[in-house]
């Protein structure tokens, strides 16, 4: 999984983690009273925190609670493997409504639940056909353009700057302008482009296979008022090639050099100073300050929406949501089933449980409980967090939860890798994406 998928699944996975991994599954267990809990953790990077988390709870309750990571990319392979076993996890990771159809029949109806009722936007949880909920996150993220303020102050100082401020560029033609001026005069702004480059190397192409595609997506499905399709049409594709357009030509790099062009590379140059803006998430923020060489300062990371040409993107605002959600094992005993809700909702409504979630997990939590102070500090969670109460603007939410295979996406990525290395028109990009997508849809039938 990518380090995007990384750090949303960080918040995310980790709430599929809560799904069915925490609580065992024996009949053993609903013998004490108690029962316990059993975590299948996907997010490696999470098992320290969740490792404490549970040690904590454990001495505080009595209750049993087991941490087992999924090696990195392996959650899924790992929950088979568990979930047919005595012991199983009693909360695990869903991956969205395409992975719900897999895992329907072991995830529990959370829909009356204390956890359920908390969140504060009840289309962040996963549902059935049914309207029950199955599944919950655990984090919300949001992506958008990070841009570089002091490098944008210093354009807008210059003589004939297209734009005197940021709230000047709110839509696609406007930031067109700005940064097609910004590369024209790169060399007076100390960088080598207005983005740091696109990077299209295999396995690296998902912010824009994925992140970048799920904006057209998301106002297709708005269009059609439907949350999933056998036959996307990417109605809204000539808007996603203004915006892949535009990355590929104000960049740092030459288009053909992109196929080459890794998600480290990208933020390297963005941390370094090189670039003004960088399509990401507010997990990157870790990929930025880490940077040997960064000059970002913390002050002056910012974030604005990816604008694509589309009519009223004015009100546009950042794309927030989750991909990965928890359910809790259906099939586990009853003692396990509560002691795994205990455990959940002691996490995420009580005091103790709040201040490991902000400051050992590092997640936005989607749910009442937690207020503008229980956010993690960093800038860009900041905004993300902002942005979720931010009335004046529309949430792009993701719809790529539905995407019908990794297949797919892989499909349309190599298809923008031999567009950008002008091997491929536009028409054919266009194509793959509508054929794949019929076609990974059908074999799920």
Known sequence: MSTRTRKVCAALVAGAFALTGLAACSSDSADDGKGSVYYLNGKPEQ????????????????????????????????????????????????????????????????????????????????????????????AVEGYGLIYNQDIFDKYFAMDGAKAKNMEEINNFQKLKEVADDMQAKKADLGIDGAFASTSLATGEDWRWQTHLSNIPMFYEYKDEDITDTDNAKFKYNDEYKNI???????????????????????????????????????????????????????DKIKFMPIYTGHEGEEKQGLAIGTESFTAINAKASKADQKATQDFIEWLFTTDEGKKHVVEDLGFIAPYKDFTDKDIPTDPLAQQVAQSMNDTDKETITWVFTTYPSQQFKNDFGAALQQYASGNEKWDQVVKTFTDSWANEKSMLK
């Open 244 to 298: 892949f357009d535009l990355y590929l030509k104000d960049s740092t790099v030459e288009p053909a050099l992109t196929p080459n062009k890794t998600v480290t590379d990208s933020m390297s140059e963005f941390a370094q100073g090189k670039a003004a803006m960088v399509q990401n998430g507010n997990w990157a923020w870790s990929q930025i300050k880490d940077v040997s060489g960064n000059v970002v300062k913390e």
């Open 47 to 138: 098992d320290a925190a969740f490792q404490k988390i549970a040690k904590e709870y454990t001495q505080k309750t009595g209750v049993p609670v087991k941490i087992v990571t999924a090696a990195s990319n392996t959650n899924e392979q790992t929950l088979k493997s568990e979930i047919s076993k005595k012991d199983a996890p009693t909360m695990f990771g869903i991956n969205g409504p395409m992975g719900l159809k897999t895992w329907q029949k072991y995830a529990a109806d959370l829909t009356d639940t204390k956890w359920a009722k908390s969140i504060k936007d009840d289309n962040l949880a996963l549902k059935g056909e049914d309207g029950k909920v199955y599944g919950l996150p655990l």
